[in-house]
C-alpha cells in the first residue's frame, strides 16, 4: 500500500553542456541511486501505518458520533454501549467457533490413529 506517489524525475538543464563530466546517462541513473537508498532507509511498517488507521478511523467516527448526539459525552455513551453489546455477542461467538475447531481436530487425530497403515 502507497501512500504517497513517487517523484518524476526532474528534467535535466541542457544549456550548459557537458561541463560536469558526466553524461545524462550517468547522471539519471545516480538520481535513481540515491532515491533507491532513501527509500530503503525510511521504509514504512505497515503494522505503523495499519495502526494510523484504525486510530483515525476511531477518532472520525467519535467526533461524526459527537456531533450526530450533540455532545462527546453522548456520543461516546453510544460508542461505548455498541462496544458493550460487540463484546457480549461476540464472547460466545468466538467459543462456539472454538470448540468447533477443537472438535474437528480431534476427529482428525482420531481418523489418522485408526487409518491401517499400509
Do not use: C
Not at 21 to 27: K, N, P, R, V
Not at 95 to 111: P, T, Y
Amino acid at each position: 500500500m502507497r501512500l504517497f506517489q513517487s517523484k518524476a524525475v526532474p528534467a535535466i538543464n541542457h544549456d550548459h553542456g557537458e561541463a560536469h563530466g558526466h553524461s545524462d546517462a550517468e547522471l539519471r541513473a545516480a538520481y535513481e541511486r540515491g532515491r533507491k537508498e532513501e527509500r530503503a532507509r525510511h521504509r514504512r511498517s505497515p503494522f505503523l501505518v495499519m495502526g494510523l488507521v484504525a486510530v483515525a478511523l476511531i477518532g472520525g467516527t467519535s467526533l461524526v458520533l459527537a456531533a450526530k448526539e450533540g455532545s462527546f459525552r453522548d456520543g461516546g455513551a453510544l460508542m461505548d454501549a455498541g462496544v458493550t453489546t460487540a463484546a457480549r455477542e461476540a464472547v460466545p461467538t468466538i467459543k462456539k467457533g472454538a470448540e468447533a475447531v477443537q472438535d474437528r481436530l480431534s476427529r482428525d487425530a482420531e481418523a489418522a490413529n485408526t487409518k491401517p497403515a499400509g
